[in-house]
């Protein structure tokens, strides 16, 4: 354990993190996303964690990009907009400071940015649709 540092985030995926650079993009996703394979570089995963509390820890260190209009992205749903985005936009909210736009994209869409990713992290998400995409920013000095 690290102080300041949320257990939710081990070596492997702060390596990662720490590795990213500006427009990188991590993906986070629930128990039925095809993470295996989609992770063509990097696949960390975290079997029971719901994906909300990764998204809160990964964005405890990690800045999103503000360079875009949308630094995180969604796979569309069909019919109503599922209740886990709200949570995300809460996470994303509070993390930056700010509201923060989220795409929503079709789902073949969601699948070949996950495959161009840097890292892809799978979760025990049992709510469906429960996958984000996060681009990372910089740290302005």
């Not at 029971?48 to 990964?58: E, F, K, R």
């Amino acid at each position: 354990m690290l102080k300041t540092i949320h257990p939710l985030l081990t070596g492997d995926l702060l390596a990662i993190l720490a590795d990213m650079g500006h427009g990188d993009e991590i993906v986070i996703t629930d128990r039925n996303f095809p993470a295996a394979a989609a992770a063509t570089t990097q696949l960390v995963t975290l079997p029971g964690i719901p994906a909300t509390d990764v998204l809160h820890a990964i964005l405890s260190l990690l800045p999103l990009d503000d360079f875009v209009d949308s630094p995180a992205a969604v796979m569309a749903a069909p019919g109503e907009r599922p209740a886990i985005y709200a949570a995300f936009d809460t996470i994303l909210a509070e993390a930056e400071g700010r509201a923060i736009q989220v795409d929503v994209i079709d789902r073949f869409a969601f699948y070949d940015r996950a495959k161009a990713a840097f890292a892809v992290v799978c979760t025990g998400e049992s709510r469906l649709y429960g996958n984000i995409i996060l681009k990372k920013g910089v740290i302005r000095a």
